[in-house]
């Protein structure tokens, strides 16, 4: 059962413009979601956070938004760069203390120069 | 810097043999964790631990086991190595009430059971 869902296994945007990925869950208990940005021979790294009492969070060029109703969250990137080429995994954790994180399967982003 | 470190970088192995894979961090992290990335799954739990002596299994646990004798390393060994256990390993640590408020991944080890 997968508790945290990307549906888009990949997704090419053009230099510049917008990148939005997408993520959904399925356990009304996550109340904390993350977003992780790997690349090719590397560990994750962090990228952005939200907690359940918010509904976006910015950081530079990087903004995500929750839709606690929806059960949908989404990164968006903007302007996009060709950096920014990696794959990109949604987490969420449940409970505040409880440490363990579950993790989407990724999207690998492809920005086009 | 403080940081976490995985090793062997690569190993091969042939099935049925033990293999450990080390995790050594430097931030003095109580929480450590264990994952493995496979095309289609993501990163899976496998162990984690909340500090020295404690050890929790994961949702892929069969077929592995972690201890914690020390803040530093949380070591996973692989009782008797299968070819469904060739994936990259990850390991993690975190600490609790920290900000930024997440994981902090090794470089990873790729595993190759022939």
């Known amino acids: ?113 | 810097d403080a940081e976490i470190t995985q090793s062997p970088r690569h190993k091969i192995t042939e099935t049925g043999r033990q293999v450990t894979l080390a995790c050594h961090q430097t931030w003095n992290h109580n929480n450590m964790f264990w994952y493995r990335q496979d095309l289609g799954h993501g990163l899976r739990l496998i162990h984690y631990s909340y500090g020295v002596q404690d050890t929790n299994k994961g949702e892929v646990s069969d077929g592995y086991s972690v201890s914690r004798s020390n803040t530093e390393d949380l070591p996973l060994t692989l009782e008797s190595a299968a070819s469904s256990q060739t994936s990259v390993y990850f390991c993690a640590s975190s600490e609790s009430w920290q900000d930024p408020d997440t994981q902090y991944f090794g470089p990873g080890t790729r595993l190759t059971v022939l």
């Not at chain 1, 888009?8 to 917008?18: A, C, K």
């Not at chain 1, 359940?52 to 938004?65: L, W």
């Not at chain 1, 990164?75 to 409970?95: E, M």
């Open chain 1, 1 to 113: 059962d997968q508790q945290v869902k990307q549906n888009s296994p990949s997704l090419s945007v053009q230099e510049g413009r917008i990148s939005i990925l997408n993520c959904d869950y399925t356990n009304s208990m996550f109340d904390y979601f993350l977003w992780y940005k790997k690349y090719p021979a590397e560990g994750p790294t962090f990228l952005i956070s939200i907690s359940s009492i918010k509904d976006k969070n910015e950081d530079g060029r990087f903004t995500v938004f929750l839709n606690k109703s929806a059960k949908h969250l989404s990164l968006h990137i903007v302007p996009s760069q060709p950096g920014d080429s990696a794959v990109y995994f949604c987490a969420a954790r449940a409970n505040f203390g409880n440490e363990k994180l579950t993790f989407g399967t990724g999207t690998r982003l492809t920005i086009i120069p």
